[in-house]
């Protein structure tokens, strides 16, 4: 027996190190179709199970099944097979393009393009996201530019900020992209202030928050439930559990919770985990969520359990701290290839038209990488004006900026 004047530090470790054998046999994974549907106003307390299960509609014969299939026509799932390929196309395009030195950061979506691009499809025009640095298929689902991301990433002439934000952090008003902020998690809380403010307003929109299973751990997380339960504020509240933080496990930020959908149980908030590989289920469950804020029932918590197949970032090694060949046995697989599955299933696909969609879908990001470069990279090019550090803070420019920019001769 141990003496009991002896406290032990607890340190969660991960399953396994570098060097050893994948392993993923503490996921549990409901089988596909099995999880029920329930209407949107249920009671939060009828439901506390799916917490803790993971909404699948896509089973391993590449079919729909189950409750939450038939939301999406074939027309739309194309649309969307299109939209993960060209997300994953140009995430190599661009991190290739920071291997060579025409920008200084990069951060891909590989493995994950189906979270962002389906989500995005269950929102209406003028809803707002607040995302973190791996949501750009909000963007590409939303037809923005690519060469306008480009642009932004580049730091170019035609950067629409100007070159005053890092590589990825886009913003587009217009496309309901709020600005990504560097610091992780600020931007859970600022979400459901601006739900709040669509609620007190009367208008119609909604906000979807975004964050990763790291910044769980954040006190901006636990704030924002607060605000989120407490005020009903139409908010879809999302995690995207992709197993590892920048070199940390999930067990780290996860705790004891279980997981990361059960954080939203005591606050009340109808919880549940999706299959974040699984494009018709990611859908359906956006959907729910979103129906729910714009009725008026409140928050939705929801925690995509989905794996970050590529590096952290452009300046990461996976391989320090997980086996290299650990995203081959993730056992829900790769998104597009589900997705692609499935359509063939259908009979309106096939590995010959999908072949011949990733040659069209690379040549239409090579033709717009090579516009954005038209206008410079980092080293190389037209750069925004120095003029620009003066401007669009300001209504008028204080004296000490006039007298800043004059010496400065902009």
């Excluded at 190190?17 to 994948?22: F, H, L």
């Excluded at 803790?52 to 099944?65: C, D, K, M, Q, T």
């Excluded at 909000?138 to 580049?154: E, R």
Aim: aromatic letters at 8%; charged letters at 20%.
């Amino acid at each position: 027996m141990a003496d009991a004047g002896m406290l032990r530090f607890h340190v969660p470790e991960p399953e396994v190190r570098p060097g050893g054998t994948p392993d993923f046999s503490n996921v549990t994974i409901a089988e596909a179709g099995s999880v029920p549907r329930p209407d949107i106003d249920v009671d939060p307390r009828i439901i506390r199970d799916m917490a803790f299960s993971i909404i699948r509609v896509l089973n391993r014969n590449g079919e729909a099944v189950g409750p939450w299939a038939g939301l999406l026509s074939s027309e739309e799932l194309l649309e969307g097979l299109r939209n993960m390929m060209t997300l994953r196309t140009f995430d190599a395009r661009m991190q290739m393009a920071q291997r060579q030195g025409k920008t200084s950061f990069y951060m891909q979506h590989l493995g994950e393009e189906a979270v962002s691009c389906a989500f995005r499809k269950a929102l209406s025009p003028g809803d707002m996201n607040f995302p973190t640095y791996r949501q750009a298929g909000l963007l590409i689902a939303d037809g923005y530019p690519m060469v306008t991301m480009m642009n932004q990433i580049y730091s170019n002439e035609a950067d629409p900020l100007k070159g005053r934000q890092l590589p990825i952090m886009y913003s587009s008003k217009e496309h309901g992209f709020f600005s990504i902020s560097g610091n992780l998690a600020t931007q859970y809380i600022q979400a459901v202030g601006w739900a709040m403010a669509s609620a007190i307003s009367n208008d119609s929109r909604i906000a979807a928050a975004w964050i990763g299973d790291g910044s769980t751990a954040e006190s901006d997380f636990h704030s924002a439930l607060v605000f989120a339960s407490t005020y009903k504020a139409p908010v879809v509240l999302n995690v995207v559990n992709n197993q590892w933080a920048i070199s940390t496990f999930q067990g780290i930020a996860r705790g004891g919770s279980g997981t990361f959908a059960a954080r939203g149980l005591g606050f009340g908030i109808p919880s549940l985990r999706v299959d974040g590989n699984d494009y018709l289920a990611v859908h359906a469950v956006a959907k729910w969520a979103a129906t729910r804020a714009r009725e008026n029932l409140g928050p939705t918590l929801v925690e995509y359990v989905t794996y970050r197949a590529g590096a952290h970032s452009s300046s990461d090694d996976p391989s320090a701290y997980r086996p290299k060949t650990e995203s081959d046995a993730w056992p829900l697989g790769d998104p597009i290839v589900r997705l692609k599955n499935h359509l063939i299933k259908l009979g309106v696909w096939s590995n010959e038209r999908h072949a011949q969609a990733e040659a069209e879908i690379l040549d239409t990001v090579i033709a717009a990488q090579k516009e954005a470069e038209s206008h410079g990279t980092l080293h190389a090019g037209g750069k925004p004006s120095t003029r620009e550090m003066f401007e669009g803070v300001f209504a008028e420019m204080p004296p000490h900026l006039r007298r800043q920019r004059q010496q400065a001769g902009v």
